[in-house]
């Protein structure tokens, strides 16, 4: 699957740490960029209806690294990967 990571946070570098996280593991990293708002707390996982059986590895593997507030598979498919993780304060 191809992942999106956006920073939810505000802080600097933020997205870009989660990027390289998901790469070391091994999934596709397709883009990073700023959320629609810097008011998240813990990581969101939202992911695409279709790719659903991914949710669980997905949350297992970034549970080390993160805590996990929200996850959903109604990621909109016209989204541009298969999943969006959204990582805030």
Same mark, same amino acid.
């Given at each position: 699957?191809?992942?999106?990571?956006?920073?939810? *946070?505000?802080? @600097? %570098?933020? @997205?870009?740490?989660?990027? /390289?996280?998901? &790469?070391?593991?091994?999934?596709?990293?397709?883009?990073? %960029?700023? +959320? !629609?708002?810097? /008011?998240?707390? %813990?990581?969101?996982? &939202?992911? &695409?209806? %279709?790719?659903?059986?991914?949710? $669980?590895?997905?949350? $297992? /593997?970034?549970?080390? /690294?993160?805590?996990?507030? +929200?996850?959903? *598979?109604?990621? !909109? $498919? *016209?989204?541009?990967?298969? @999943?969006?993780?959204?990582?805030?304060?």
């Amino acid at each position: 699957i191809t992942i999106t990571v956006q920073n939810g *946070s505000g802080e @600097a %570098g933020v @997205a870009a740490k989660g990027s /390289d996280i998901l &790469k070391h593991l091994g999934y596709s990293v397709s883009g990073t %960029g700023n +959320a !629609d708002n810097f /008011d998240y707390t %813990g990581v969101t996982i &939202k992911i &695409k209806s %279709g790719s659903s059986e991914f949710l $669980n590895l997905l949350k $297992n /593997d970034l549970k080390s /690294d993160y805590t996990i507030t +929200a996850s959903t *598979s109604d990621l !909109d $498919n *016209s989204f541009s990967s298969d @999943a969006l993780v959204i990582i805030g304060k």
